[in-house]
Nanobody, 125 residues
Framework: QLQLVESGGGLVQPGGSLRLSCAAS????????IGWFRQAPGKEREGVSC????????KHTESVKGRFTISRDNAKNTVYLQMNSLKPEDTGVYYC??????????????????WGQGTQVTVSS
């Protein structure tokens, strides 16, 4: 069964850090550009970050630039999202998914309608 499994979420105080993992099973993650998305209560899901299949290009939404870093280890079939200086507005369920590519770059638009269970991130004092 082809699936992506998110992990690493939790409760953290403002200013804290978390590292999320997106592990693939049933397929080779290294062939795909991958994006992280999040959905806050009462809001639509939004793109956060994406990375090309080689890891050579990344993109972040404006609100997380300078705080979040996306990376991948294709040998481990895993993509990571390092989140630093977390803010309450970063709270939400975080999902990973395959995304489209735009030439040499990735786009924060999912190329699938299949989503995992996500991982909850709560930033609160």
């Amino acid at each position: 069964q082809l699936q992506l499994v998110e992990s690493g979420g939790g409760l953290v105080q403002p200013g804290g850090s978390l590292r999320l993992s997106c592990a693939a099973s049933g397929f080779t993650l290294g062939y795909y550009a991958i994006g992280w998305f999040r959905q806050a209560p009462g809001k639509e899901r939004e793109g956060v970050s994406c990375i090309t299949s080689s890891g050579g290009s990344t993109k972040h939404t404006e609100s997380v630039k300078g705080r979040f870093t996306i990376s991948r280890d294709n040998a481990k079939n895993t993509v990571y999202l390092q989140m630093n200086s977390l803010k309450p507005e970063d709270t939400g369920v975080y999902y990973c998914a395959t995304v489209i590519t735009l030439g040499p770059m990735c786009g924060m638009i999912p190329s699938t309608n299949r989503w995992g269970q996500g991982t909850q991130v709560t930033v609160s004092s």
